[in-house]
């Protein structure tokens, strides 16, 4: 059975309050215990409190250590994935697990200016980490969520972190490096996203500025520890069958024709408009007034995102009008999976119809990043990743697979 997420982030999110959201929806607390206790066995002991956040009911996750657990440990990335790798999880949990700690601590590494291999993960290389990503993603297996969207994310801008990163400004670093693509809103209150549920909104979502279209079958919300009066500290997860079309959708093509457009500015109008929002921007050669040679420019965007296009294409080019039109585009299901080389991972662009997959496709500046970490020739090791992606090929889709987005 296939059934789809859509994580509404009303007032923040945690991996506990996701995790909580989850069984409040109504994951089995016994197949998440199951899983956590493969993992850490005897570390800690679950339960949900039913409690109000701004007079909203919802879940909190009780996580009390049992005496074995690791609330401070300062582990390097190689040993949470042993611990994970060793475990008895069933493989399609401990598939996700891996790959959500992966991204998280390529986040970390990246904003530490580090080699995945050499991070030693501070507070995130705790028991508690391993705890909310595992059940995370026993909860979606147990629930049978193969699509995952997630909504505009909070983010509140000032203050400083505190602990191990005291003085690093908010919202944490890692977290917005693993937010890339994902549609966030300013608000006040402080850190609200942990980079915990930004790397499992990273490697398992796919943002969404509305819900999916979908049955929803069951609503769960994951509380935080804090309660605010405003707003409630709570994440929300829909949980439902996906609508029987859901390869098809609405989007706004906007072009204009230039003749007397430098071409040294012709690179940054098209940077612009993807900069601002557009899924893509380009060029075509065309024949103009007086037989000029010119070029028409085009942005394909969200219909609500119409109006910040537009405004890019008055500010970078001497246009006087902008042609608008709604397309429909008939689409894949497109995820992302993470292959393994010789000496590293890679993302894989997947598209699938009717659950097997159609396409696969390497994420270029992974490669490139692996080759420049690795010394070698980045043809050398695409080539090794478009042959692990040719063997995703006539595959069927597997529960662990990731959304992605572009044009």
Known sequence: MSRTGYVDVVGGAAGDMLLAALLDAGAPLRGVVDAVEAVLPGCFTLSLDSVKRAGLRASLLRATPSGGSRTDAHRTVRELHNVIQSSSLPKGVGRVARDVLTNLSEAEARVHGLDVEDMVLDELGSDDTLLDIVGVAAALHD????????????????????????????PAPATLDLLRGFAIRGVKNGELVTPTAAAVFSTLGRGATE??????????YGAGTRDWKRRPNVVRVLVGSA????????????????????????ADAVAALRAAGALDAWTVPAQMKKDRPGIVLAALCEPQAEAVIERVFFETTPTFGVRVQ?????????????????????????????????SATPEHDDVAELARRTRQP?????????AAAH??????????TTRTEDG
Request: charged share 20%; glycine share 10%; proline share 6%.
């Open 378 to 386: 980045v043809r050398m090791l695409y080539d090794e990743a478009v």
């Open 211 to 220: 819900p999916p279209a979908m049955t929803v079958e069951a609503i769960g």
């Open 143 to 170: 629930l049978e969520v193969d699509q995952l969207f997630v909504s505009s994310v909070p983010m509140a801008f000032g203050g400083e972190l505190a602990g191990t990163h005291a003085g690093w400004p908010v």
């Open 326 to 358: 709604a397309i429909r585009r008939i689409e894949l299901d497109r995820s992302v999976r993470t292959v393994t080389l010789t000496n590293g991972s890679v993302r894989v662009k997947v598209g699938t119809l009717h659950d097997r997959v159609m």
């Open 243 to 266: 609508a029987e079309t859901p390869g098809e959708r609405t989007l706004s093509l906007l072009e204009t024709n230039l003749d007397d457009l430098s071409p040294q500015l012709v």
């Open 391 to 400: 063997g995703l090929l006539g595959q069927g889709v597997q529960p662990d």
